[in-house]
């Protein structure tokens, strides 16, 4: 098993935030980035190592399973573990972190996001689990996921950079808002 890149996936959210024409909700798009992985430690030890993705790495796991943990992290853990970090923006937090129509669609379109990702680069995608647990391995980039893996991740880890400086260079004033509310 190679040690899922999570953090790399709030890039992709932010990147679609930042991109999205629609009101979408930063901080649910955040959470449904990285809902997916949450399996990985324990599809491991159940599969004895064989696998470390499934239910929430496919599309109908996602949307359902994966879709219901996204909400529910983001209405009740997002807020109490950001509160803290964000106490001078508690209002904002608390209207964001509120179930409504753009939280959720804002957590499918996380999960989805992270999902497709990982499809581009993984030597395991169960994407039509459970109709089969065979992988799906057409958008793997170059036939090649040791390749894609390290394509993927190098360009992430550069879109990461870049954010960050961006980010930073806009003032410490607002940095955490911006980078966990939007």
Known sequence: MRMPV????????????????????????????????????????ISKGEIDRLVLH????????????????????????FVFILHDFRKELDTKCNFSKSLVISNIIGVLSHVFLDALHHEYNPLLYPFSINS??????????????????????????????????????????RILLG
Do not use: C, Q, W
Request: without cysteine.
């Open 58 to 81: 496919s599309i109908l796991g996602s949307m359902t399973l994966g879709l219901l943990i996204s909400i529910f992290i983001s209405i009740s853990l997002y807020p109490r573990i």
């Open 136 to 177: 799906i391995n057409d958008f793997v980039l170059f036939n090649d996921y040791l390749l894609a893996s390290k394509l993927i991740s190098a360009i992430f880890i550069i879109l990461g950079i870049i954010i960050l400086f961006k980010e930073i260079r806009l003032g410490r004033n607002g940095f955490l808002k």
């Open 6 to 45: 999570t953090p790399l996936h709030y890039f992709l959210a932010y990147i679609i935030y930042k991109i999205s024409k629609f009101n979408l909700n930063f901080p649910a798009l955040i959470v449904g980035s990285i809902v997916p992985d949450l399996e990985a430690p324990i599809i491991f030890l």
